[in-house]
């Protein structure tokens, strides 16, 4: 079935450096591509999402990109913070229809002080 | 806002006992919630979509009679795991998606399930 392939699994950072996440999906038809932050024991916030008919969004220190042609898109974090440690999950629609989900494996992000 | 509560949070239970899980959104109605199951350090595995009024659409390997969906109304939907057994140990967690809202899912807290 259609897939969301996430990388890297785990992420180490020094505090202030930049994070990436990147993901590709198979399923040409999905149109929206939602991150997703989980802390330990917590529910999976939302935290930016863009969907296919952009290439670029940016909210605060958090962006993402998105390449339709190459079907893979990204997270960047700037200026990160020990507070942004958490599980990242990125997400891509099933189908064009705008709700269902198919989720990444999920990126362990680790910002040391 | 957009809250999505779960009852219960935790629960632990005999084998061969059913269980059931509340989702509900609470200040929002919600066309359409999404049942997952995630395992530890394991990222969410989509279960089943539930419309309120409507059979919930299963994902390949769910067994529709071991997890039955019940949506009701705009506001709750329920996940019945019968006669659990010791493999049907995890943590579920809901998520629900706004009437005309887009295609946001919020989640709720989740509920872990110990079968014993």
């Known amino acids: 079935g259609e897939n969301v392939e996430q990388h890297p699994s785990t992420l180490s950072v020094q505090e202030g450096d930049s994070a990436v996440i990147k993901c590709t999906y198979s399923?040409?038809?999905?149109?929206?591509f939602p991150w997703y932050k989980q802390e330990l024991g917590k529910r999976p916030q939302l935290i930016i999402d863009?969907?296919?008919?952009?290439g670029e969004k940016k909210d605060q220190r958090i962006a993402v990109t998105l390449n339709k042609t190459a079907k893979h898109f990204s997270l960047h974090i700037t200026e990160t913070q020990p507070e942004d440690s958490a599980v990242y999950f990125c997400?891509?629609?099933?189908?064009?229809?705008?709700?269902?989900?198919?989720f990444g494996k999920g990126t362990s992000l680790l910002v040391t002080p | 806002g957009a809250v999505v509560s779960q009852h219960p949070s935790w629960v632990i239970c005999k084998s061969g006992t059913s269980v059931k899980i509340e989702c509900r959104s609470l200040?929002?109605?919600?066309?359409?919630m999404f049942w997952y199951r995630q395992f530890p350090k394991q990222s969410l595995m989509l279960m089943a979509t539930?419309?309120?009024?409507?059979?919930?659409?299963?994902e390949q390997g769910v067994e529709k009679d071991k997890f039955l969906i019940n949506h009701a109304s705009l506001t709750l939907s329920t996940l019945t795991v019968t006669s659990a057994h010791p493999e049907d140990s995890s943590f579920y967690i809901c998520?629900?998606?706004?009437?005309?809202?887009?295609?946001?899912?919020?989640f709720g807290p989740g509920t872990r399930l110990l079968v014993l």
């Open positions: 200040d929002f109605q919600a066309t359409t």
């Open positions: 997400a891509a629609s099933i189908g064009n229809s705008g709700y269902a989900l198919n």
């Open positions: 399923d040409s038809a999905s149109n929206y």
């Open positions: 998520s629900a998606a706004k009437l005309a809202g887009g295609e946001t899912q919020y």
């Open positions: 863009i969907r296919s008919n952009v």
């Open positions: 539930s419309n309120e009024g409507s059979k919930a659409t299963y």
